[in-house]
């Protein structure tokens, strides 16, 4: 079944009986959580103990250096695969406390010391320019990427993604999750496990010698046959020791990046995000917040990945070999 078959629960009227069977009026049951997502207030940024070792940026701000190698030699890739781990344990464990009424800030403050408990550095946490806020990324329905944890609280039938990255023995573990809070209508439902594809598909396209174009192809198409659009202007990236390197890979076809070929040892994200309408963004003033332009939903998943001889290796699966509480 596409998504061009399922209904649309923005068209209801406020005075149509709710699309979950409850009997009340759209309005007073599920009609809240498709209004616009509004900014909330952001609290303040959060102490890292002395003794936890801190990226470049974690004091002063700024971004990756860009001018690194996507080749990591052993010693890297076994520090990846160990931080990975602890980043996916992170993101279920938070993706566990999602739940109406639980704010995104108290969200961001479970993550903030999980990283800690780990031994890591929560790595989103004053990286750019502006620093980023907070200690994990919390994008609610229409909020593409880059949400700031805030003290609005989640609805019953919204969608939120979760974007943490673990920063610890020199190097980074990025990992993200779409989740669904309460009941929540079937073509967002829809959406969120076609997103989860187009990762597993991008996932597929991974291997020594093949143009990284391949990754986005598959993703793309995967999509579009199921009625959905690709976000552009966010792409994975190349990761390491530093958050972001010059390595970008795009989740669209684009024929220059058949140039760009994928050999043993790279490691890289792949974090498609897949919207129901417009895939075109704006930014909200807090200059992080990036949001589609009709404010229909949207939703990403992501691994870290390292290219092997024989095809991907996940990076950032879980201990027990899962998907890190993946919904299905």
């Known amino acids: 079944m596409t998504s061009t078959t399922l209904a649309d629960p923005a068209r209801l009227k406020a005075n149509n009986p709710c699309w979950c069977g409850s009997g009340r009026k759209f309005k007073r049951c599920h009609g809240p959580s498709l209004e616009r997502v509004r900014p909330g207030t952001v609290g303040p940024r959060r102490p890292v103990p002395e003794g936890i070792v801190r990226p470049h940026y974690a004091e002063h701000g700024g971004r990756s250096r860009r001018d690194v190698p996507d080749v990591q030699d052993t010693a890297t890739l076994a520090a990846m695969r160990r931080t990975g781990r602890d980043a ?91 989740f669904t809070v309460g009941t929540v209508d079937e073509l967002s439902r829809g959406l969120v496990r076609v997103t989860r594809e187009c990762l597993e598909r991008g996932i597929e396209a991974v291997a020594p010698g093949r143009p990284t174009s391949d990754i986005g192809q598959a993703i793309q198409s995967h999509a579009e046959a199921e009625g959905f659009g690709v976000v552009r202007a966010f792409t994975g990236h190349g990761v390491g020791r530093e958050f972001h390197t010059g390595l970008h890979i795009l989740h669209y076809f684009e024929p220059r990046d058949e140039t760009v070929l994928m050999e043993p040892g790279m490691t890289f994200t792949i974090e498609p995000m897949i919207a129901l309408g417009a895939w075109q963004h704006r930014t909200w003033d807090d200059d992080w917040t990036a949001v589609t332009t009709d404010g229909r939903r949207t939703a990403q998943f992501e691994h870290t990945l390292v290219v092997t001889d024989d095809g991907p290796e996940i990076l950032t699966l879980h201990p027990d070999g899962e998907w890190s509480g993946f919904p299905g």
């Open 88 to 178: 996916a344990r992170v993101l279920r464990d938070v993706g566990a406390a999602i739940a109406p009424g639980v704010t995104t800030d108290a969200l961001d403050a479970l993550c903030h010391q999980l990283c800690i408990d780990a031994g890591g550095y929560p790595s989103p946490l004053n990286y750019g320019d502006p620093g980023y806020p907070k200690s994990i990324c919390t994008s609610v329905n229409e909020v593409i990427c880059h949400g700031i944890p805030d003290s609005r609280a989640l609805r019953d039938g919204d969608i939120v993604n979760l974007d943490v990255t673990l920063f610890r023995e020199g190097v980074h573990g990025d990992t993200n999750a779409t």
